[in-house]
């Protein structure tokens, strides 16, 4: 004797539903309440962020081996680094009055952290081809701060974004410096090595002067 399959239709779960309507119901409106209370206690939250591109460098590679490009991230983590130090966040704390209410009862460290919560980095990566193969490149950084003023988050994150440029130019200036050094001392020895050659040249046209090709 075969075993009917037990199927069910549209109207057999409208059933199931109907008889289970407040079990179901309930919940989905406590739950829904909650959201819209939650929503309504909790103070908007405003973020201001900003994307920076990343220039490429203009020396060929062929000349001067960079480390520009291919660890572009770890100079981004660097800067934030030094940026996001406990005694620069506390000027640009009390610079736009930021965690006023905090600041009774939290230590500067700790305000601090809380800054470095609010703010978030992120990096911007992309596969390109360079010389015929697939790399991974870093092609900008996008930086944003949280607040409960849209303008305050705005200006917090124009601060960072002159923070982090500036720190950029300080480094781009030192590392053209070195590059400028590297390439100066390159052709200090290419020179040293032609004075060296033409002086061997010299002397031995000196040594066979009447038995040169030239001569012959």
Known sequence: MEQEEDTKTFTDYLHIFKRHEYVITVPML????????????????????????????????????????????ERIRQIQQKIMTINNLGKIIDKYNLYASEKKSMTV?????????????????????????????????????DDRDPFIAQKVANELVSLFLDENIKNRKQSAEDTSNFLAEEAKKFSLEIQTRERKLAEYKERYNNSLPELL
């Open 30 to 73: 406590f739950l829904f309440a909650i959201s819209i209370i939650i929503a309504l206690i909790l103070p908007p939250v405003y973020r201001s962020d900003a994307t920076i591109l990343i220039e490429q460098q203009r020396i060929p590679l062929d000349l001067v081996k960079s480390t520009v490009e291919s660890f572009a991230d």
């Open 109 to 145: 460290p700790e305000l601090a952290e809380r800054f470095r919560e609010n703010t978030n980095l992120e990096i911007i990566d992309a596969n390109v081809i360079v010389q015929g193969r697939a790399q991974k490149a870093t092609l900008a950084f996008r930086l944003s701060f």
